[in-house]
């Protein structure tokens, strides 16, 4: 794939999904954390769906910290493996409280040391929150994609991720993630893409072996 294609691809793709953005509902910075820790093995649509009644009462790493763990774990429940998950959260609001005065820290380093938070969940919050791209979270759909179009083929997503980012320029990196997983939900779909319909088949490894 020639480089200049990457600008072609996210161009193609903002257009099909003009609408392509964080699907995740939260008001904090910690809310985005939870969400985003709640989100692993789950549906953003169920962790939105569970989250408003947390939300109304937890908006701070000091109201995570002093919520007890029996009473998070039944508002997670939904969201499944809820006892390692509120434990997670528990930890991740204390590490905050105790490492970072309370804020929710604004670099990838920092946000990574938190228990529960990997490097997919530190973009996603250096990117929802700050409002930095500092790189590619290679979620299911973004890994599936990437392997198909064969803009990757590795497995592991921060291998994936280090391919992306040589990919696609500095300025589209912002918008790589939200157009993959629309891409993903409405089109490159697990076990049924519909290639006949994508705007990117040209661009396709797995299409041009069809
Ligand atoms: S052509 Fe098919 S496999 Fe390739 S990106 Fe489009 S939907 Fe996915």
Redesign the pocket.
């Known amino acids: 794939m020639k480089k200049t294609d990457a600008r072609k691809i996210v161009e193609l793709l903002k257009k099909a999904y003009p609408e392509a953005s964080c699907s995740l509902d939260f008001e904090t910075p910690m809310q985005a954390v939870v969400a985003v820790i709640l989100s692993a093995q789950c549906t953003d649509e169920r962790v939105n769906k569970t989250t408003p009644a947390l939300f109304k009462i937890c908006k701070t790493p000091k109201d995570f910290a002093n919520l007890d763990i029996k009473e998070l774990e039944n508002f997670i429940h939904p969201c499944g493996f809820y006892k390692n998950k509120a434990k997670n959260i528990k930890l991740c609001s204390r590490q905050i409280l105790e490492n970072f005065n309370g804020n929710v820290p604004n670099n990838m380093e920092d946000l990574m040391s938190l228990s529960g938070v990997g490097r997919k969940t530190a973009n996603v919050v250096m990117l929802e929150v700050f409002g930095i791209a500092q790189g590619i979270a290679v979620d299911t759909h973004a890994k ?2 990437s392997n ?2 064969g803009l990757s083929k590795e497995k592991e997503p921060e291998k994936i991720e280090q391919d992306l980012i040589k990919f696609f320029p500095k300025d589209t990196l912002k918008d790589i993630n939200h157009l993959l997983v629309f ?2 939900r409405n ?3 697990a076990r049924k ?9 040209s ?5 041009k072996n ?1």
Do not use: E, S
């Not at 519909?194 to 088949?201: F, H, L, R, W």
């Open positions: 599936r994609i198909l179009m891409h993903g089109t490159c779909i893409p519909k290639c006949d319909k994508c705007i990117v088949n661009f396709c490894k797995f299409y069809l």
